[in-house]
Structures are given as C-alpha cells and as structure tokens.
C-alpha cells in the first residue's frame, strides 16, 4: 500500500476514536439511566464535564511532585496510543508493527502503574488506598488478559492485531469454541480493568468502595479532565481490542476508502451495541465485596486458560 | 495448521456447544447460590438437547430426536422445576458454603480439565466418529461435576451435582458414539427422575433428623 494513505488513516482513526470516545462514556451512562428509570444527563454530558473541566483553575497539592503534574499527560498519552495501535477501523495502519498485543497490555501497565504512583504522591491516604486497590486488580487482570490474547494468538499464529484480525474476519466463517471462553474471560477484564460495576463502581465517592475514584481524587480542572478523558479512551480502547478479536467483520482494508466509511458506520453500531450491553450487566449485577475481586479475577484468568485447553483438544 | 476449517459445519457446532456444555460445568462449581446452580444445570440440559439434535439431524438417526424430546422434558423442564420446588419447600435458597474455597477448587478443576483431556486424548484417536474430540470435554464435565459432589456440604447441591455429572456421561455418549439404544436411554432417564425424587424424600428426611441439610451430619453415629 501506499504510504501516505496508511499515514491518512491513522491520522483518520486517531482523532475519530479520541473524539468519539467521550460520547461512549456518555451512551454507556445515559442507557444506565433509562434502565433505572431516570431520565439521565445525556449522551453529550461527558463533553460538557470535559469543557467546564478545562476552563477552570487546576489546583495542586502543596507536596506534590511534577509527577503528579505529569500524570495526565502520560496517561492520555498511553490511552491514545493504545486507540492508534488497534485496527479500530482499518487493519493496515503505520502504527500497528509498534506494538503487538503484549506490548499492548504492557502500555496498559505503564499507565497503570504512573496513575498509581500519582495517587501516593500527594501523600492522602485516599489515593494511597486506591492505588493499592487498583495494583491488586491489576495483577490479577494482567494475566488472565494475556491468556484471551494468547489464545486469539494460538487461532492466528500470531500476536499482532492487525494479523488477527485478517485470520479471524476476513477468512470464511468458522466456529472456534476456544473463542467462547475467552470472549468471557475478556469480558469479566474488561469490567475489572475499566473500573465498572462487579469491581468498582465508576460514580461512588464512597471511601469504603472506590478504587479508581480514589487515586484520581487530588485531581482538578485540566488535570482531571485529561484523567477522565483517559478513563473514556481506556474503556473504548478495550472494546476496540475485544471487537478486534471476536467480531472482527467490517473493518476497512488498506487503501479502500469506501471501506473505511462503511468501516466506521459499523464501529459505530458495535460501539452502540457495546455500551448497551455494558450499561445491561452494570445494571443487573451488584457489586463485589473486594475481596471477591480476586476470586471474579481468578475466574476470568481460569476461563482464558480452559479456552486455552480447549483450542489444543478441539481445534488441532 | 488449521485442521479446524476443514471439518464440517455441524461438527463445527457440536464442538461448540461442547465448550459451552463444558463452561456450564465450571461456572456450576464457582456458584454460590442453589437457585442459580439449577438454572445452570437446567441450561446445561438444554445445549444437551441442542446437540443431540444437530447429530441426529446431521447422521439421519430418527431415535435420537426422541432421546432429545426426552432430554428436553426431562432435564430442561421437570427436573429443575422439581429441583426450583425442593428448595422453596426446604427452604435452602441461600449461599452454599464449599468445604474448599472457590480459587482453589477452580485450580483443582483445571487440573482436572488437563488430565481428562489427556486420558481421552489417546481414546478418541481411534474412535470413528467426526465429532470424536468432544470426549475429552464430555469427561472433563463430569470430573468436574464428580468435583462439586465432593466439594459441597449440602445435599441439594450434591443432587445438582450428580444430575450433572449424567449430563456430561449422555454427551459422551451421543457425540461420541451416536447416541445409545432408546431403551438403555429411557431406562437411565427414569433411573434419574426417581433418583430425583427419591433424594427429595431423602431430604425431608435428614432435615427433620438434624434440622439441616449438611450431610456432615451423617457422619456420626448417635443413639436415639
């Protein structure tokens, strides 16, 4: 292919999935409300948080270090190289040899770990509760994520997306059972990961229960925006990761520029369908006491396994 | 590589529902509520009956369609109904407590999963049939219910456990071997139906000897 049209569609990808990725949060949010019967804020309210964030005067604790300035730079930062790596809407993307699936989960990590050092610098004993809270998840998530790349990996030979994606969409149509396992075990990540309900409840301030909240509490104005706007990213990065590998149809091939558009409105629809889903499961479950977090963890790590299992018994 | 692709679509399906028969089986041993483990059983039966179907649709056996009526009958709808009506009766709609906790049982079941999937391994080499690679996970569904039998202390859920397991064996048999004859079937469906009811009676019973149904109970000898 040619060079320029890769570098157009990245460029394309990119700014899509950052500016779309607000309206998922709020979509997510607004179909919560309509389950629970209220009328809810609006699917373009996140837009209106971030605008009325960046217009006021970011205040920083008096002992914080320039990491914790530095924070929510690197955090967009991440979340945004992450959207540019997965075939969100095209597969052949001069981003995509950068990092395959490992390094991915590894740019995860790295946020991770720099939002988790933010939340101890300032030294409250809120963020460093959260931070503790949110390690523990982490290493538990980590792995059994891993395990549902690795058996997409196993089907595809190979850890690269983009690779993937073409073994998995673009071929005829056949059933890997090895996949249902491990779209659920990617599924009970995502929640964990994502700080949704079974794990963590996105909308309590309540001390006892907050992990992700309490790490980011000492945050204000732009500050916080860039954390929100990241949080919104990671979650859409995620489903992007889990539309690439279980139902990768629609996305563009390189150089088709009817493709693309085609590529997008399907996004589009997945995403919609996406966040229903999402707002469905947060409603109808309860959240777990976090010392359950390890067994729900456990679970997930032992279903990507079982998938695992199952490929070398059923699909060799 | 891919020696996936090139085996039909129906086989493609069986498998399928193999994975999910053999799903069901792991979240019954991570679940906590009775009520939820009938319903998963009650799911398990019917994928059971899904599968019987799409074989005898696909080698044009008619016995097995009735074998999947039975099925159906059976495990999807008297069975969990009898089993829904015991626990309200008893009043046991609680958590369960396991004797081992989740994680490690979960551990252990793994461990299961990889030795049946080895011992049938060299079994199914030499079985005839397409869909021969689904003994592994038929036995590994019953180890794994053999496992919730042994892990839970009380009664109802050791119940759901041995129904289970005759999930797991039925599977083996119809994708396996394409199903047994209709009578050895009937024979076992009414083996567990009164099996069924008899534990029902079994459970009033220990109830009113130790007010409860913790078959620890058991274990000792008293004089009365």
């Known amino acids: 292919m040619n060079q320029a049209g890769g570098i157009v569609f990245q460029v394309l990808q990119s700014v899509l999935v950052v500016l779309i990725a607000p309206l998922m949060l709020g979509w997510v949010n607004q179909c919560r409300a309509w389950l629970q019967n209220r009328s809810g804020p609006g699917i373009t309210q996140p837009y209106r948080v971030i605008h009325k964030l960046l217009y006021k005067e970011a205040v920083v604790a008096y002992d914080a270090s320039p990491l914790f300035r530095a924070t929510p730079y690197i955090l967009f930062g991440c979340m945004w190289l992450a959207v540019g790596i997965v075939p969100v809407l095209a597969t052949d993307l001069p981003f995509a040899p950068a990092a395959d699936v490992v390094a991915l989960v590894g740019l995860f990590a790295l946020a991770r770990v720099f939002v988790s050092l933010a939340g101890m610098d300032t030294g409250t004993s809120f963020g460093t509760l959260g931070a503790r809270r949110e390690m523990m998840i982490g290493f538990l998530a980590e792995p059994a994520m891993l395990m549902t790349l690795f058996t997409a990996s196993l089907i595809s030979q190979s850890t690269s997306l983009p690779t993937i994606v073409e073994t998995l969409g673009q071929r005829e149509l056949v059933i890997y059972p090895s996949m249902a396992f491990a779209a659920i075990a990617f599924l009970m990540v995502l929640l964990a990961e994502n700080a949704r309900i079974p794990i963590d409840n996105p909308s309590t301030h309540l001390e006892l229960t907050m992990i992700h909240e309490a790490m980011i509490l000492e945050y204000s104005a732009r500050h916080l925006a860039l954390v929100e706007w990241a949080s919104s990213l990671k979650l859409t990065a995620y489903i992007a990761i889990g539309f690439a590998i279980f139902v990768p149809w629609g996305i563009a091939q390189p150089d088709d520029w009817r493709g693309l558009a085609i590529a997008f409105a399907v996004f589009t629809v997945k995403l919609a369908l996406a966040g229903a889903g999402l707002a469905v499961i947060e409603t109808v479950s309860a959240k777990m006491r976090i010392f359950r977090a390890p067994e729900f963890l456990a679970t997930a790590f032992l279903l990507a396994t079982l998938g695992m299992l199952t490929h070398f018994v059923l699909e060799t | 590589m891919n020696t996936v692709v090139n085996i039909p679509f129906y086989a493609q399906l069986i498998n399928l529902i193999a994975a999910l028969i053999l799903l069901i089986a792991f979240s019954m041993l991570t679940q906590r509520r009775i009520r939820s483990l009938i319903n998963l059983f009650a799911a398990q039966g019917a994928l059971l009956v899904l599968s019987t179907a799409i074989v005898a649709y696909s080698t044009g056996q008619p016995h097995l369609y009735y074998s999947a009526l039975l099925t159906l009958a059976l495990k999807v709808v008297l069975l969990p109904w009898i089993l829904h009506r015991l626990t309200r009766a008893l009043?046991?709609?609680?958590?369960?407590?396991?004797?081992?906790?989740?994680?490690?049982?979960?551990?252990?079941?793994?461990?299961?999963?990889?030795?049946?999937?080895?011992?049938?391994?060299?079994?199914?080499q030499i079985a005839g049939t397409i869909t021969k690679s689904t003994l592994g996970i038929a036995l590994a569904s019953i180890l794994l219910s053999f496992l919730m039998m042994i892990t839970r202390s009380k009664a109802v859920s050791q119940v759901v456990g041995f129904l289970s397991m005759e999930n797991g064996l039925f599977f083996a048999a119809t994708s396996a071997t394409y199903g047994m004859p209709l009578v050895v079937e009937l024979g076992i469906a009414l083996d567990v139906l009164v099996g069924t009811l008899v534990f029902g009676v079994f459970f009033f019973h220990i109830r009113e000897t130790f007010e409860s149904l913790d078959i620890h109970h058991l274990e000792k000898l008293r004089e009365r």
């Open chain 2, 91 to 124: 009043n046991v709609q609680w958590d369960v407590e396991p004797l081992i906790n989740i994680p490690a049982t979960m551990l252990l079941g793994i461990v299961l999963v990889i030795f049946a999937f080895n011992l049938a391994a060299p079994i199914s």
